[in-house]
């Protein structure tokens, strides 16, 4: 059995006095399509900041492949692994290009610009996230959903071994969820590309994830497949809604409220 690529040792992490994270330890092996799952203050996003080495935990330990972070160079961290946020705040009038070329950065030495082989691993990854067309357009300048697939194409270019993404397809329509989420797929299962996502669509983890983690308060409620993890009983407790679930065929799983009222 290979080592995990991450594991966190209780990890607490609070802001200010509140505490948003409790004692979290978990293993993540190398080619897993992980899902962290929970309602909205559960702790997803600073989870994967964590993981991300964006926050510092107050206490426990955080390794990949086996050393810990702190043993890593950031340079080093980022040829490895690539965080991707909610929001994408951009001062700069940079072009979409240049964005997703900014994925090619760890692998330069300073003083350095990016070379034939940086433009084409970047081009690639537009044409996979259909942001071609709009290359040359000023990142501000186009729409949220737009925006969400450049800044995954950034980090497809960036070719890690482990992504990090907090709600990739918040800010996307039907059409482009289905895609990005069949290309993190596809990136997974060819290129064997550890995936950690949060998502809030309970029906789209069940169909591309292969482990669930479903977060309560901070703490972990339950970790395992898609089927031990989307029970009844547990989408009620953490969610606080009663729900009805439709097993299909390929042992996807709808979920549908029972009422629209909370428990």
Known sequence: M???ILQTQTINFSYDQDTVLHSISMNVSPGEFVGIL???GSGKSTLLKLLGGVLKPDSGQLYFKQNHYHKYQRKKLAQSITWVPQEHPMVFPFKVSEIVLMGRHPYLSAFTFEGDEDIEIARSAMELTQTLQFAQR???EISGGEKQRVVIAGAIAQEPELMI???PTSALDIKYQIQILNILKRLNESKKTTVILAMHDLHLASKFCTRLILLEEGKIFKDGTTKEVLQKEHIEKVYGVKVHLIHDQDGN????PDTMCAQ
């Open 138 to 140: 000023n990142f501000n």
């Open 2 to 4: 290979n080592p995990p």
């Open 253 to 256: 799983i709808m979920i549908s």
């Open 165 to 167: 993404l907090d709600e």
């Open 38 to 40: 929970g309602p909205n």
